[in-house]
């Protein structure tokens, strides 16, 4: 799993961020643009529970990303907006 290579103790914002970031990659993919706040909370349940699995604890990801279902809804609509774009554009 990816995350393995983050079970040594992370505090750095850097550090803390690339998790997110990877874990987005992994964990987060498109669909409805506002899937609702069930679905955000499951988002962020998971993305506490991945962290913690890998080292960083529930503390240090509020720290460093701050409001986690802000964190999660961005990357979901992130994630939407890149689908349909990519969508728009075989279109062409």
Do not use: C
């Not at 961020?17 to 069930?38: C, H, I, K, Q, R």
């Not at 998971?46 to 999660?72: F, M």
């Amino acid at each position: 799993m990816l995350f393995q290579m983050w079970r040594n103790s992370v505090s750095t914002s850097k550090e803390v961020t690339d998790f997110a970031t990877s874990w987005v990659f992994e964990n987060v993919n498109a669909g409805l643009y506002d899937p609702g706040a069930e679905v955000i909370e499951a988002h962020v349940q998971q993305l506490i529970s991945d962290a913690k699995d890998a080292g960083i604890s529930e503390e240090s990801l509020r720290e460093h990303l701050a409001d986690l279902g802000d964190y999660v809804s961005e990357a979901l609509k992130e994630a939407t907006d890149n689908e349909v774009e990519r969508l728009a554009s075989k279109d062409d």
